[in-house]
């Protein structure tokens, strides 16, 4: 049982992390209790929770920093949907990711445009975020070994800490990823990526956790690259709605296009 | 003093005892100097063709940048930073300096294009279209179409490129880049040239526009610039030019960054002087060969005159006095095959450079350090090639004349009579 109960707190870590991505954040199975209930949390979400929320992006780098506003929608861990809706410059401005695939739509030349592979560790509209981001969460459980480095107390508050190590074939970025959560809630305190040779790239802390739609979740998201501690990237939850009804036609080139 | 004038006169009509002998060792030493130079000037016109293919297609001599954007090639570190530079006092305090041929300015950015389906990651390049085209053979390399119009939202990219993207001249290119202020600047551009510039890295991942277009959709000013590209006149004296152009531009409140090709492509620079080196040792060996035949032809001419040596020893003349005539002998020699060599030497090397051979027939271009290589055999003048190879004919005749001279001084005079 311990072992059963240990593999699935693996999984929702996994889970977990899926939601750290800022699309995929919106389909958190919190408040788990027992391993059966994440078990069936986790099954449900694989099987395809869907989500809408509205967020804010403020970044800030060294020569410049804007705020953006924008709608998403998620379909589980494969698809989802950004539209930009301020500032009115660049309303319009969406991201479809579907599968391993990213496309941006440019309302102002009115195309789509997929992101090529050599562009997928490229900034994500300006932001400390790559496309990569986007698409290799749903990868993460193939992709890479999962253990508990830390169990205990850290400033009050009891947590796992985690070191996730990619499988020697994966096709990832990272050398290591070290992840804590607390156990209380399970919610991620914070996610440090780490490169090949062990460096520090960055570093991203949650905050903010609060009942949105019908669960807990980590309102806020800071990412700080690791070579540039001056710049940032917040993410902020305003609205966060889960099991509304999509399917994927709902993500698809002709809806990315589409002007709301 | 006028007995040594005697001497030389003994060693000029000693030469011409032996009319035909002293025509054949000229001559060889005539013909070796016009080898000498002539190798050195064609690998001179070797090296010249590289540093140019690798100069003249893109890089330019000397580059000028805002001091902290190598190598990182941030956008945002512009010349003269935020505020940018008046564009046309900037080039012109460039220009205005000895030995600037030209200068022209540039932008950079990284983005993608896309055609239809198609997407490539681009170098984005933004050039002034009256202005490149005296620094830098870029778009004069067009295989189809037309230069840059400037402000017409006009692209050429490059033949992979345009193969990658399935894009015809015509065709509409969308062009995404990141911009200054954060956004993502993204427009409409027309396809009107190609480019084939041989170079794959080139052909594959760049893109042209004019530079105030480009400026635009970077969101930047058009006081806001990467690069001033310059060429000079001769582009082995980059690095003084360079140093000296630094040098001008420290007075000024920008503070920029001046290199010179041979610190931008510092392995092209040593292949450069690693040639260099190497017509020293053409001439050494070249020399060192011909020195050997006239050692030979002196040591042959002085045993000859083993009994003249004697009577003139038995007639009281020092030993030193007959080897000093054998060297002038030597001296004599160098100065005849000098003059020689090089009235056989100044018209083959001028016609040579007038009409380069081409052996684009025989074998096609090649690239040798990332720098194009055109199989034409020219010959560059050059000062320094016909002064070393002068000095290392003249050191060849006295060092060859040193041993007969030496086999000389120690005939005694008894001894060669009686033979």
Same mark, same amino acid.
């Given at each position: 049982?311990?072992?059963?109960?240990?593999?699935?707190?693996?999984?929702?870590?996994?889970?977990?992390?899926?939601? /750290?991505?800022?699309?995929?954040?919106?389909?958190?199975?919190?408040?788990?209790? /027992?391993?059966?209930?994440?078990?069936?949390?986790?099954?449900?979400?694989?099987?395809?929770?869907?989500?809408?929320?509205?967020?804010?992006?403020?970044? /800030?780098?060294?020569?410049?920093?804007?705020?953006?506003?924008?709608?998403?929608?998620?379909? +589980?861990?494969?698809?989802?949907?950004?539209?930009?809706?301020?500032?009115?410059?660049?309303?319009?401005?969406?991201?479809?990711?579907?599968?391993?695939?990213?496309?941006?739509?440019?309302?102002?030349?009115?195309?789509?445009?997929?992101?090529?592979?050599?562009?997928?560790?490229?900034?994500?509209?300006?932001?400390?975020?790559?496309?990569?981001?986007?698409?290799?969460?749903?990868?993460?459980?193939?992709?890479?070994?999962?253990?508990?480095?830390?169990?205990?107390?850290?400033?009050?508050?009891?947590?796992?800490?985690?070191?996730?190590?990619?499988?020697? #074939?994966?096709?990832?970025?990272?050398?290591?990823?070290? #992840?804590?959560?607390?156990?209380?809630?399970?919610?991620?305190?914070?996610?440090?990526?780490?490169?090949?040779?062990?460096?520090?790239?960055?570093?991203?802390?949650?905050? +903010?956790?609060?009942?949105?739609?019908?669960?807990?979740?980590?309102?806020?998201?800071?990412?700080?690259?690791?070579?540039?501690?001056?710049?940032?990237?917040?993410?902020?939850?305003?609205?966060?709605?889960?099991?509304?009804?999509?399917?994927?036609?709902?993500?698809?080139?002709?809806?990315?296009?589409?002007?709301? | 003093?006028?007995?040594?004038?005697?001497?030389?006169?003994?060693?000029?009509?000693?030469?011409?005892?032996?009319?035909?002998?002293?025509?054949?060792?000229?001559?060889?030493?005539?013909? %070796?100097?016009? %080898?000498?130079?002539?190798?050195?000037?064609?690998?001179?016109?070797?090296?010249?063709?590289?540093?140019?293919?690798?100069?003249?297609?893109?890089?330019?001599?000397?580059?000028?940048?805002?001091?902290?954007?190598?190598?990182?090639?941030? =956008?945002?570190?512009?010349?003269?930073?935020?505020?940018?530079?008046?564009?046309?006092?900037?080039?012109?305090?460039?220009?205005?300096?000895?030995? !600037?041929?030209?200068?022209?300015?540039?932008?950079?950015?990284?983005?993608?294009?896309?055609?239809?389906?198609?997407?490539?990651?681009?170098?984005?390049?933004?050039?002034?279209?009256?202005?490149?085209?005296?620094?830098?053979?870029?778009?004069?390399?067009? !295989?189809? %179409?037309?230069?840059?119009?400037?402000?017409?939202?006009?692209?050429?990219?490059?033949?992979?490129?345009?193969?990658?993207?399935?894009?015809?001249?015509?065709?509409?290119?969308?062009?995404?880049?990141?911009?200054?202020?954060?956004?993502?600047?993204?427009?409409?551009?027309?396809?009107?040239?190609?480019?084939?510039?041989?170079?794959?890295?080139?052909?594959?991942?760049?893109?042209?526009?004019?530079?105030?277009?480009?400026?635009?959709?970077?969101?930047?000013?058009?006081?806001?610039?990467?690069?001033?590209?310059?060429?000079?006149?001769?582009?082995?004296?980059?690095?003084?030019?360079?140093?000296?152009?630094?040098?001008?531009?420290?007075?000024?409140?920008?503070?920029?960054?001046?290199?010179?090709?041979?610190?931008?492509?510092?392995?092209?620079?040593?292949?450069?002087?690693?040639?260099?080196?190497?017509?020293?040792?053409?001439?050494?060996?070249?020399?060192? =060969?011909?020195?050997?035949?006239?050692?030979?032809?002196?040591?042959?001419?002085?045993?000859?005159?083993?009994?003249?040596?004697?009577?003139?020893?038995?007639?009281?003349?020092?030993?030193?006095?007959?080897?000093?005539?054998?060297?002038?002998?030597?001296? !004599?020699?160098?100065?005849?095959?000098?003059?020689?060599?090089?009235?056989?030497?100044?018209?083959?090397?001028?016609?040579?450079?007038?009409?380069?051979?081409?052996?684009?027939?025989?074998?096609?271009?090649?690239?040798?350090?990332?720098?194009?290589?055109?199989?034409?055999?020219?010959?560059?003048?050059?000062?320094?090639?016909?002064?070393?190879?002068?000095?290392?004919?003249?050191?060849?005749?006295?060092?060859?004349?040193?041993?007969?001279?030496?086999?000389?001084?120690?005939?005694?005079?008894?001894?060669?009579?009686?033979?």
């Amino acid at each position: 049982m311990h072992g059963i109960r240990r593999y699935w707190t693996v999984r929702t870590l996994v889970t977990q992390l899926l939601n /750290t991505s800022l699309l995929v954040l919106l389909s958190s199975p919190l408040q788990a209790q /027992t391993a059966r209930e994440i078990i069936d949390r986790v099954d449900r979400l694989l099987r395809g929770e869907s989500s809408r929320g509205r967020i804010t992006m403020e970044i /800030t780098t060294e020569h410049w920093s804007r705020s953006l506003d924008m709608e998403v929608w998620s379909l +589980g861990v494969e698809h989802s949907l950004v539209r930009v809706q301020s500032p009115a410059r660049e309303a319009g401005t969406a991201t479809l990711k579907a599968g391993q695939e990213v496309w941006n739509y440019l309302p102002r030349v009115d195309r789509t445009i997929k992101v090529p592979p050599s562009l997928m560790m490229g900034s994500w509209m300006g932001s400390h975020f790559t496309n990569d981001d986007l698409v290799k969460e749903s990868r993460i459980v193939d992709d890479y070994d999962f253990e508990i480095s830390f169990e205990g107390e850290r400033e009050g508050v009891e947590v796992w800490e985690f070191q996730l190590t990619p499988r020697p #074939e994966a096709p990832v970025v990272w050398g290591r990823i070290d #992840e804590q959560v607390r156990k209380a809630d399970l919610m991620p305190t914070w996610v440090r990526y780490y490169d090949e040779d062990g460096g520090l790239v960055r570093t991203m802390t949650f905050s +903010g956790y609060r009942t949105m739609g019908d669960r807990l979740v980590p309102a806020s998201m800071l990412v700080i690259p690791a070579d540039k501690p001056e710049e940032h990237t917040v993410l902020t939850y305003h609205e966060l709605d889960f099991g509304i009804s999509l399917d994927e036609s709902f993500f698809s080139l002709r809806n990315l296009r589409a002007r709301r | 003093m006028a007995h040594d004038r005697l001497w030389w006169r003994v060693a000029w009509r000693n030469l011409w005892r032996n009319r035909l002998r002293t025509l054949i060792t000229a001559s060889g030493l005539a013909f %070796g100097y016009l %080898g000498a130079v002539l190798v050195v000037g064609v690998s001179d016109g070797m090296l010249v063709e590289l540093i140019e293919n690798g100069t003249r297609l893109m890089l330019g001599e000397v580059q000028v940048h805002s001091e902290d954007y190598l190598p990182e090639r941030n =956008m945002h570190h512009t010349i003269g930073g935020y505020e940018g530079t008046d564009l046309e006092s900037f080039i012109s305090r460039i220009t205005s300096q000895e030995d !600037v041929s030209a200068a022209a300015p540039r932008v950079y950015g990284g983005g993608l294009l896309s055609s239809g389906e198609e997407t490539q990651a681009a170098l984005l390049m933004g050039v002034d279209p009256d202005r490149e085209p005296r620094v830098t053979t870029l778009l004069s390399r067009l !295989v189809s %179409g037309r230069t840059l119009v400037a402000g017409a939202n006009e692209i050429l990219i490059g033949s992979e490129m345009a193969e990658q993207l399935g894009a015809v001249l015509g065709d509409e290119i969308v062009v995404v880049a990141p911009s200054s202020d954060g956004s993502l600047g993204n427009d409409l551009f027309t396809l009107v040239g190609i480019l084939d510039t041989g170079i794959p890295a080139i052909d594959q991942n760049y893109a042209l526009l004019a530079l105030p277009d480009l400026q635009f959709l970077m969101a930047m000013g058009p006081t806001r610039i990467h690069e001033v590209v310059i060429t000079v006149g001769n582009a082995k004296d980059s690095p003084r030019i360079a140093g000296a152009l630094r040098e001008f531009l420290s007075d000024s409140e920008l503070p920029v960054q001046v290199s010179s090709w041979t610190d931008l492509r510092p392995e092209l620079a040593e292949m450069v002087s690693l040639m260099d080196a190497s017509h020293f040792i053409i001439v050494i060996v070249i020399f060192g =060969m011909a020195a050997f035949g006239v050692a030979n032809t002196m040591l042959i001419g002085t045993f000859e005159r083993r009994r003249e040596f004697a009577v003139i020893r038995a007639l009281g003349t020092a030993p030193i006095g007959i080897g000093r005539t054998v060297v002038y002998e030597g001296i !004599v020699l160098g100065v005849i095959s000098l003059i020689a060599g090089a009235l056989i030497t100044w018209p083959i090397l001028v016609w040579w450079h007038n009409s380069p051979i081409d052996l684009t027939t025989v074998i096609s271009g090649f690239s040798v350090a990332g720098a194009q290589w055109r199989p034409v055999l020219r010959v560059e003048y050059s000062v320094q090639a016909p002064i070393v190879a002068a000095l290392g004919l003249f050191l060849t005749s006295i060092l060859a004349a040193m041993y007969p001279a030496w086999k000389a001084t120690r005939v005694p005079p008894a001894d060669a009579l009686a033979d």
